[in-house]
């Protein structure tokens, strides 16, 4: 097999599902934002307890952050060259910390305890998702400075 195809070939559909779970994150993280705005916080799907409010908030930041990585790792897959390695790689690791951080959020909110309502759950589901294939995706785009066939070769 050709020198760097081997990590693209794992990349794009990565990507694409990457790309479905921040979408996901961040259509929760707003509908629940939102009722929680208008002062909905009885509704029945959604619940929560003192953190919910701050997870919400965090949430939509990672969910676009994990977005515009997506969108950068598309870009990097197309040019496949180690100049937009670079730029795929710190928005990688930057939107990786950010959803981290939100996990973070999610597990206190956990721990707090309290109702929670379906989409509250699904949401955390989701942040814990998009953690691991974040990481999963950060270990592939770097996976190329340990073996010369899952990067972009040199010219």
């Known amino acids: 097999m050709a020198l ?3 990590g ?3 990349m794009a559909p990565l990507l694409a599902v990457n790309l479905v779970v921040h979408v996901i994150v961040v259509g929760l993280a707003g509908w629940s934002l939102d009722k929680y705005i208008d002062g909905e916080q009885n509704h029945p799907h959604l ?3 003192t953190s919910t409010s701050f997870m919400l908030i965090f949430a939509l930041i990672a969910g676009t952050f994990g977005a515009c990585s997506v969108i950068i790792g598309m870009m990097h897959l197309r040019a496949w060259q180690h100049e937009s390695h670079a730029a795929a790689a710190s928005v990688a690791i930057i939107s990786w910390a950010m959803i981290a951080l939100a996990f973070g959020v999610v597990c206190k909110e956990v721990i707090l ?3 929670r309502g ?3 759950q699904t949401l955390e589901l989701f942040i814990a998702i998009s953690l691991l294939s974040q990481l999963l995706y950060l270990e592939i785009l770097n996976a190329g400075m340990f073996k010369r066939r899952y990067g972009p ?3």
């Open 47 to 49: 619940g929560g307890n």
């Open 153 to 155: 070769t040199v010219i």
């Open 4 to 6: 760097g195809k081997v």
């Open 118 to 120: 379906k989409r509250l």
């Open 113 to 115: 305890g309290g109702h």
């Open 8 to 10: 693209k070939n794992f």
